[in-house]
Structure formats: structure tokens, C-alpha cells
């Protein structure tokens, strides 16, 4: 019995080095933020993979969002900007669907369940396997809870340091949009401000992640925290409209 109790802690670190040798280790920041982009309009970004034509199968489940064409094959139109689906910002309005809330879903899933989810759901669309493991990095690791960042009554930021924002904004998106946010707007007419203020989720999305098809870099990749991208909207959100 005696060299029972002496093995006890022998057995606890074998188990220790056990768990910690079968972590995951974490994902390259550029995966992450590929997979980010590929979540906003994967067409963009795969080699291999062509802008889908006529509505996504699952579209027709619903009847709410009267959206149709590739748009509909978007990761966002289903699950948001905030990835809560039909539990957070478009839980109402002409974007809801009643797609299920992302976020919860893949809360205690590891990247290998993930990945045996996407790889029978997005295959066929003709996106390789880097496509899908980028992807799965950022729904593993990429996702975060805007409702620690935005409040959703106001659509403001909960306390942005606008001083950090503004050194932020200055030092990476005043080059192409501008001191003001007017120039190279966004989609052709709207304001850094005006999508800022209209739909902060989406534009937190972006400083992360950029915005797919262009030279926009992505905070992630660049190494901000998530605290860093919400000051740079914080901050947008206070720019003229």
C-alpha cells in the first residue's frame, strides 16, 4: 500500500505531460485571419473555389431574409457578423434567418471537430483543404463575443480608448480611407463613420480580419487584441459621416 500512495504522484505527472503533449497548439495569427475573410465572402479568397450562382440549398428553410444569389452563400448572412445568428444582432431585421448561433455551437468544440463538420460542409463548394483548415482555425480561435465590445441598444462601443483608437486608425487606415474615413469608401458609398455607427459588427469583423478582395490588412495577423480593434471602431465611430 505504502508504494501505491509513492506512485500517486508519479502517475499525476505522467497524466499532466499526457494533456499537455495532446493540446492543440495555437494557430498562426495569418490562418486565423484567412479564415476570418473566408467567413465574410470565401469566393474572394480560395484558389480554388468560384462565386456560387442561384441560392444556397438551406435558403429555402427560411423565409425572412429575402436575400438571394451568392449572397446568400455567405457565412455572415447565416450566422452574422457577431456569429450569433439568430441570438444577436440579426435576430430581427431583413438579415434574420433563424440560423443557429455560431458561437455557442463550436464553444466546446476542438479544431478537429470542427474540421469533420466542414470538410463534409464545404467541400463541395470547391474550397481546398487549406481553405477549410484556415477556416477552422478562425471558428476555433477567431471567434469572440461582441457583446463585450458593443453595446447592442446603442451600437456604441463599451469603453473604447479612443486615444488608442485614434493612434491606431492613423498609424494603418488613414492611408486608404483617410484622416476623416471619407476616402475609398466602403462598398462605393458609405463613410468609415456611417458603417461604423450603422453596423459596428460587421466593421469589428473587418479591422480584424480585412475585407476580402483587397489590400486591407487584418489586426489579427498584425497582432492586435481584440480590445485594440474595438478602440479603432471606437474611434471611426467618432470620425464625420
Not at 493612434?167 to 476616402?183: E, I, P, Q, V, W
Not at 468609415?192 to 459596428?200: D, H, Y
Not at 483587397?214 to 487584441?225: D, F, Q
Request: glycine fraction near 10%; include cysteine.
Amino acid at each position: 500500500m505504502k508504494r501505491f500512495y509513492l506512485l500517486l504522484p508519479l502517475l499525476a505527472l505522467v497524466a499532466l505531460i499526457f494533456v499537455v503533449g495532446c493540446a492543440e497548439e495555437p494557430a498562426d495569427p495569418a490562418s486565423i485571419a484567412t479564415g476570418g475573410a473566408l467567413y465574410d465572402k470565401w469566393w474572394k479568397i480560395s484558389d480554388t473555389a468560384s462565386e456560387p450562382s442561384g441560392d444556397h440549398p438551406l435558403w429555402s428553410i427560411q423565409s425572412t431574409n429575402e436575400r438571394d444569389g451568392s449572397g446568400t452563400w455567405r457565412c455572415k448572412e447565416c450566422h452574422a457578423w457577431d456569429y450569433r445568428g439568430s441570438e444577436g444582432a440579426y435576430s430581427s431585421g431583413s438579415h434574420y434567418t433563424g440560423f443557429p448561433n455560431l458561437l455557442a455551437a463550436v464553444s466546446e468544440q476542438s479544431k478537429s471537430d470542427i474540421l469533420d463538420h466542414l470538410e463534409g460542409h464545404l467541400a463541395p463548394l470547391g474550397l481546398n483543404e487549406v481553405d477549410i483548415d484556415n477556416l477552422a482555425d478562425f471558428l476555433n480561435e477567431g471567434l469572440v463575443d461582441n457583446r463585450k465590445y458593443i453595446n447592442y441598444d446603442t451600437k456604441k462601443v463599451i469603453g473604447a480608448n479612443l486615444a488608442n483608437g485614434e493612434k491606431l486608425y492613423n498609424s494603418t487606415c488613414a492611408s486608404c480611407h483617410g484622416d476623416d474615413g471619407r476616402m475609398f469608401l466602403i462598398e462605393e458609398t458609405e463613410s468609415v463613420s456611417s458603417l461604423a455607427n450603422g453596423n459596428p459588427w460587421e466593421i469589428l469583423h473587418k479591422i480584424r480580419f480585412g475585407q476580402p478582395g483587397t489590400a486591407m490588412p487584418s489586426g489579427v495577423a498584425n497582432g492586435w487584441s481584440t480590445q485594440d480593434a474595438a478602440d479603432v471602431l471606437g474611434y471611426a465611430q467618432t470620425l464625420p459621416e
